[in-house]
């Protein structure tokens, strides 16, 4: 994602390696509507984000709202701070 800053490893003029932050803040793009009285708890569905990525998230997220994703495993992990 631009303006992400990130460590580049390189050898001989070439990138071999990059370290990426732990977490991320995206934004979701597309997910099903939220249904009044979701917790929680209350189960999960597919999101896209931002960069096109699709996430499993809560059922109370919505379009719109900011998320922080795992870079690692590409997970949820919980609402971003506003």
Do not use: H
């Amino acid at each position: 994602m631009e303006g992400t800053i990130c460590e580049v490893l390189s050898w001989n003029g070439r990138v071999i390696g990059v370290d990426l932050p732990i977490n991320v803040e995206l934004e979701v793009k597309m997910t099903d509507p939220g249904i009044k009285g979701n917790t929680v708890s209350g189960g999960d569905k597919p999101a896209e984000v931002m960069t096109g990525a699709m996430v499993t998230v809560p059922l109370f997220i919505q379009i719109g709202e900011k998320i922080v994703v795992d870079t690692t495993s590409g997970k949820y992990v919980k609402r971003a701070k506003e």
